[in-house]
């Protein structure tokens, strides 16, 4: 017997409420109850082996609805000892399901509650993370292949309540950072757009002292604009070079920075965001010595005006570079090492198979880089003023000494773009009143020159240790 058509459509919706009722139940025990102590099980481990520190959560939740994601009760504790490293109250994540189309991480929204970071510069000059910064992994072949950039959308990021401690064993001060509290609307490679972001913001008590700035953002139809102005005087760099969680080889004995800069991004709805740099940038009394206080480079005043600039796809056009008096002590001891490697880090010797590895790994970067455009730099102007090297060569018993002096040189259109052709001049003098003049037409890309070379006054006799 056939049941009539309207007892077989209530039937059928009445199996199909039931589906979606026991899908929803499925749906809500396995994302409120079963996936929360996975992911905490999995985040001890992963974290505790990888950073060789204890780690602790309190809880974790996850809304398989709203597709949000908190982790409450988080710490880090130091190496073999009960001291906290790193911890913060509460991290709430509000994932988006644009992240499947955009095939990216998007997240709308943000929120770190009362983070905290203990840091410790000891008296051999490492830090407490210095082991964390050392850490290597070496990438299979297949995915150096397979390997693409991270897609991403960070929107709405804020901190709240953050605190640093730092203790500086050398100098045997402490520095402090209280009631710190950030706000950045978006950080995104990805072309996605919301309807509302936060105001950038930064405040905190630095050394009791209060500090803050605010910036600027401004929602259009088809884009929000995020502008910051970054305007400081004499940046005392040695003060701050001497906290580099990597050794350094050389001495930062002076140098300030001025600046008056604005950093924009621009987030659209349907192309790539841009992150545009503009200002002028000044570096003055740079000086540097080696560990030995040998004087390496020396720099009364080195000014860099930025134009309009993308700095998401490196695009960056210097409206003018100038650089008065530079000093170089260029060194070549006994086995032929140049003293100006000091200024470049991880620059010492190295096994045979580790030199072997690296220059093989040079080799395959190079050749990728081949098949890669370059990045488009482009200088209207620059200049140098006024500059010296003075060189030595010890190697090989030569004994050979030499200055430069008096050098000049301005180079007008530089562009890393294709057949762009851009010209230079160069002159100088060295201590024996030789006089070398160089003016070339030249391109990056491809890399060609020419031009003329003009020398007078060479003194033969003096480089017969090179002969």
Same mark, same amino acid.
């Given at each position: 017997?056939?049941?009539?058509?309207?007892?077989?459509?209530?039937?059928?919706?009445?199996?199909?409420?039931?589906?979606?009722?026991?899908?929803?139940?499925?749906?809500?025990?396995?994302?409120?109850?079963?996936? #929360?102590?996975?992911?905490?099980?999995?985040?001890?481990?992963?974290?505790?082996?990888?950073?060789?520190?204890?780690?602790?959560?309190?809880?974790?939740?996850?809304?398989?609805?709203?597709?949000?994601?908190?982790?409450?009760?988080?710490?880090?504790?130091?190496?073999?000892?009960?001291?906290?490293?790193?911890?913060?109250?509460?991290?709430?994540?509000?994932?988006?399901?644009?992240?499947?189309?955009?095939?990216?991480?998007?997240?709308?929204?943000?929120?770190?509650?009362?983070?905290?970071?203990?840091?410790?510069?000891?008296?051999?000059?490492?830090?407490?993370?210095?082991?964390?910064?050392?850490?290597?992994?070496?990438?299979?072949?297949?995915?150096?292949?397979?390997?693409?950039?991270?897609?991403?959308?960070?929107?709405?990021?804020?901190?709240?309540?953050?605190?640093?401690?730092?203790?500086?064993?050398?100098?045997?001060?402490?520095?402090?950072?209280?009631?710190?509290?950030?706000?950045?609307?978006?950080?995104?490679?990805?072309?996605?757009?919301?309807?509302?972001?936060?105001?950038?913001?930064?405040?905190?008590?630095?050394?009791?002292?209060?500090?803050?700035?605010?910036?600027?953002?401004?929602?259009?139809?088809?884009?929000?604009?995020?502008?910051?102005?970054?305007?400081?005087?004499?940046?005392?760099?040695?003060?701050?070079?001497?906290?580099?969680?990597?050794?350094?080889?050389?001495?930062?004995?002076?140098?300030?920075?001025?600046?008056?800069?604005?950093?924009?991004?621009?987030?659209?709805?349907?192309?790539? #965001?841009?992150?545009?740099?503009?200002?002028?940038?000044?570096?003055?009394?740079?000086?540097?010595?080696?560990?030995?206080?040998?004087?390496?480079?020396?720099?009364?005043?080195?000014?860099?005006?930025?134009?309009?600039?993308?700095?998401?796809?490196?695009?960056?056009?210097?409206? /003018?570079?100038?650089?008065?008096?530079?000093?170089?002590?260029?060194?070549?001891?006994?086995?032929?090492? #140049?003293?100006?490697?000091?200024?470049?880090?991880?620059?010492?010797?190295?096994?045979?198979?580790?030199?072997?590895?690296?220059?093989?790994?040079?080799?395959?970067?190079?050749?990728?880089?081949?098949?890669?455009?370059?990045?488009?730099?482009?200088?209207?102007?620059?200049?140098?003023?006024?500059?010296?090297?003075?060189?030595?060569?010890?190697?090989?018993?030569?004994?050979?000494?030499?200055?430069?002096?008096?050098?000049?040189?301005?180079?007008?259109?530089?562009?890393?773009?294709?057949? /762009?052709?851009?010209?230079?001049?160069?002159?100088?003098?060295?201590?024996?009143?030789?006089?070398?003049?160089?003016?070339?037409?030249?391109?990056?890309?491809?890399?060609?020159?020419?031009?003329?070379?003009?020398?007078?006054?060479?003194?033969?006799?003096?480089?017969?240790?090179?002969?």
């Amino acid at each position: 017997m056939q049941l009539p058509e309207r007892f077989r459509s209530r039937s059928f919706h009445r199996k199909t409420a039931l589906r979606v009722v026991a899908f929803l139940f499925v749906f809500s025990i396995t994302g409120f109850f079963i996936l #929360p102590p996975i992911i905490k099980s999995v985040l001890l481990k992963e974290l505790s082996e990888t950073l060789h520190r204890d780690v602790s959560i309190q809880t974790v939740r996850f809304n398989p609805f709203i597709l949000s994601f908190t982790i409450r009760g988080f710490e880090i504790k130091e190496p073999k000892s009960r001291q906290k490293f790193v911890s913060f109250d509460e991290l709430y994540l509000n994932f988006q399901a644009m992240s499947v189309i955009r095939r990216g991480i998007v997240i709308k929204e943000i929120v770190l509650k009362n983070p905290y970071i203990n840091i410790v510069r000891n008296e051999d000059m490492t830090f407490n993370f210095t082991d964390l910064l050392l850490m290597k992994k070496k990438p299979d072949e297949k995915e150096k292949k397979k390997a693409s950039p991270l897609r991403f959308s960070f929107n709405n990021i804020q901190v709240v309540g953050a605190s640093i401690d730092f203790m500086d064993g050398p100098k045997h001060t402490r520095h402090t950072v209280k009631d710190g509290s950030l706000a950045v609307p978006f950080i995104s490679n990805l072309p996605y757009y919301l309807d509302s972001y936060v105001q950038p913001a930064f405040s905190a008590k630095v050394n009791g002292h209060p500090v803050s700035f605010k910036g600027m953002s401004k929602p259009f139809i088809d884009s929000h604009e995020t502008s910051i102005d970054l305007n400081f005087k004499d940046l005392d760099l040695p003060y701050y070079l001497a906290y580099s969680p990597v050794p350094l080889k050389f001495k930062l004995v002076s140098g300030f920075v001025d600046t008056m800069s604005r950093i924009s991004y621009v987030q659209y709805k349907d192309k790539n #965001p841009t992150l545009s740099l503009v200002g002028i940038t000044s570096v003055k009394q740079i000086k540097i010595t080696d560990s030995a206080d040998a004087p390496l480079v020396s720099i009364p005043l080195f000014n860099i005006s930025i134009g309009s600039s993308d700095l998401m796809s490196i695009n960056v056009h210097f409206s /003018k570079i100038e650089v008065q008096s530079p000093e170089i002590n260029a060194v070549l001891d006994k086995k032929g090492r #140049p003293n100006l490697l000091a200024l470049i880090p991880g620059q010492g010797e190295k096994p045979a198979d580790e030199k072997k590895k690296a220059d093989e790994d040079k080799m395959v970067d190079a050749k990728a880089s081949k098949k890669k455009p370059l990045p488009v730099i482009e200088a209207d102007e620059m200049l140098l003023s006024g500059g010296k090297i003075l060189f030595a060569d010890t190697s090989e018993n030569r004994n050979f000494k030499a200055s430069l002096e008096n050098i000049q040189a301005k180079i007008k259109r530089f562009s890393t773009m294709k057949e /762009k052709k851009g010209d230079a001049e160069v002159s100088f003098q060295t201590d024996s009143k030789e006089a070398f003049k160089l003016t070339s037409n030249f391109s990056v890309e491809p890399l060609a020159a020419a031009g003329a070379v003009e020398a007078s006054g060479i003194v033969l006799k003096k480089y017969l240790p090179y002969y």
